[in-house]
């Protein structure tokens, strides 16, 4: 069975900064890319960032570029998001995601249930 857990959200102010962690288990972790979404209230499913297997290779969304860094350990079956320069429009659940190396929510099979961020000004 596919297990995401993610950790590390929490309640910051705006500017503040977070590293978010998701560990995985049941999957050939090295195998898969791993993607971050973000879902605000009343707002749809975002893509935040996606990581190759390797992790040689990131694709940002444009409001995560020069804030956001994606990483991971496959020694650790883990997948970190450090976010810094936190703005209140960061406010969402945070999840990860293991699948292709793509933008879309439908390229990712598997999903951890998500860490709130949540960012006051």
């Known amino acids: 069975q596919v297990r995401l857990v993610e950790s590390g959200g929490g309640s910051v102010q705006a500017g503040d900064s977070l590293r978010l962690s998701c560990v995985a288990s049941?999957?050939?972790?090295?195998?898969?890319?791993m993607a971050w979404f973000r879902q605000a209230p009343g707002k749809e499913r975002e893509f935040v960032v996606t990581i190759d297997s390797r992790g040689t290779t990131t694709r940002y969304a444009d409001f995560a570029k020069g804030r956001f860094t994606a990483s991971r350990d496959n020694a650790k079956s883990t997948v970190y998001l450090q976010m810094i320069s936190l703005k209140p429009e960061d406010t969402a659940v945070y999840s990860c995601?293991?699948?292709?190396?793509?933008?879309?929510?439908?390229?990712?099979?598997?999903w951890g249930q998500g860490t709130q961020v949540t960012v006051s000004s």
């Open positions: 995601a293991a699948g292709a190396f793509g933008i879309r929510y439908s390229e990712y099979g598997d």
């Open positions: 049941g999957l050939a972790f090295s195998n898969y890319a």
